[in-house]
């Protein structure tokens, strides 16, 4: 009878084998992702175009070594961009790739960047693609946004000696669980990561999955540091002008599926009371935009696109269907409900409208930012509401008593600025690497 140890599976051999399944199957799924990239251009063009990036294919290639940073999407890209913008100023000749997966975060590194930086979309995980990709870049450093972990790119990276760092990194309880799971995986993946967590929270996470505490720094967010750009006040101002500077606003932002019925139900319950509202509405996805707008204008609410113009004293509903705007969008108004809580996405960025001094409410999903959430609540600078019946309440109590939304407003404020220097601890890290 064979000795059961013959059947042992070590750590390594299992990461082996698991990569190696991974790899056949996301070979397989190729044609299925390829129809996907044709189904997404229907409403968004830009995903027809560009393809050979996409599987490490690129027209040009950087003079000399650069520092990589990957920003998966447009939410990434606007937390990455005071971190670019500090390693540009920390040396105007270094060479700076940024990577993203989607056109709307590589229209955000255009417009905010232009051509000081170089952008390409990243290849998808597959190795002769990640290949191509490290022999063409030869990057010295690479800096993955928050929590991107692809194996077959980090395998790549840690076999050409290129220092890697996970930063602004967070792990969800939820995607802790997962990763459990193929924990010898992970632990594999990131045994040459610097991980620099948001959170002792998510420090924590990352320990229990196997790194060890010397490759895990607790730097913050880096997303306290954000920065209004230059001349938003003033185009603030403007806006509250054309609206009518005393009439109340509400900007319901970041927006999914689900989520804007909700909205506009709470919206139109408290026009019957305060009836200068305004609503700002801002969904999360550029290709829902026509839809959604639609559906506004089908309710019978005097919508005008941000796109269009053409704002007055008539307007109720100032539809934010332009990118990148966000932050100047919130500097306008003077209460925030966040989407992706009231459906289960996981939240979005709730230190945007804290740190401008709006009062928050959020939904009950919030596990993509839990300890942020549980910070703002603890802090009084946020509401948390159950269900989509309980938006309207929640509103009218900031509409109605000045004094609480002023209070609560300013301990978001506070709270931003008592975290910041996130930024400056991940630069030292940087540096260091």
């Known amino acids: 009878m064979a000795n059961r140890s013959q059947f042992t599976i070590t750590n390594s051999q299992f990461t082996i084998i698991w990569r190696f399944l991974y790899t056949v199957i996301f070979y397989l799924l190729v044609p299925i992702i390829l129809l996907r990239l044709l189904w997404r251009g229907v409403s968004a063009p830009a995903y027809w175009q560009r393809w050979r990036e996409r599987f490490g294919f690129l027209k040009a290639k950087p003079d000399k070594p650069c520092v990589w940073i990957h920003a998966v999407s447009m939410g990434e890209v606007q937390a990455a961009t005071p971190l670019i913008q500090a390693l540009r100023t920390s040396d105007p000749n270094q060479s700076i790739l940024v990577t993203t997966m989607t056109p709307t975060g590589s229209q955000r590194v255009r417009e905010v960047f232009g051509d000081s930086v170089w952008h390409v979309y990243l290849p998808y995980d597959l190795p002769g693609a990640v ?71 998510d420090a924590k996470r990352f320990i229990d999955l196997g790194i060890p505490p010397t490759k895990i720094h607790v730097t913050g967010s880096i997303k306290f540091d954000a920065q209004l750009p230059k001349g938003s006040f003033s185009q603030t101002e403007s806006l509250r002008h054309q609206w009518g500077k005393k009439r109340p606003v509400w900007i319901a932002a970041s927006t999914h599926e689900g989520e804007e019925d909700a909205v506009l139900d709470a919206f139109y319950e408290l026009k019957q009371e305060f009836i200068e509202l305004v609503l700002v509405l801002v969904p999360r996805h550029p290709e829902r935009f026509n839809r959604v ?141």
């Open 131 to 201: 290949a191509r990709f490290l022999d063409c870049v030869q990057p010295r450093l690479l800096i993955l946004m928050e929590t991107e972990l692809w194996p077959n790119l980090l395998y790549a990276c840690r076999r050409k000696v290129i220092p890697v760092i996970l930063a602004n990194a967070r792990l969800s309880a939820r995607s802790a669980a997962g990763y459990q799971r193929i924990a010898p995986l992970v632990r594999e993946m990131l045994s040459s990561v610097l991980v620099a967590a948001q959170t002792e929270v």
């Open 293 to 433: 707008a639609a559906k506004c204008r089908r309710r019978g609410f005097i919508t005008v696109r941000r796109s269009e113009g053409n704002v007055d004293f008539q307007t109720e509903i100032y539809f934010g269907d332009t990118m990148g705007e966000l932050p100047k969008l919130y500097a306008a108004c003077d209460i925030a409900f966040v989407g992706g809580s009231l459906v289960p996405i996981g939240g979005h960025n709730l230190l945007e409208p804290a740190g401008l001094g709006l009062p928050i409410i959020m939904g009950p999903h919030v596990f993509e930012c839990a300890e942020i959430s549980r910070q703002l609540l603890e802090a009084q600078a946020a509401q948390q509401i159950n269900n989509a019946a309980q938006l309207a309440p929640a509103v009218k109590m900031y509409l109605s008593d000045a004094t609480l939304k002023k209070q609560t407003g300013e301990s978001g404020r506070l709270f931003v600025q008592k975290n910041q220097g996130a930024l400056e601890r991940l630069l030292k890290l940087i540096v260091n690497c």
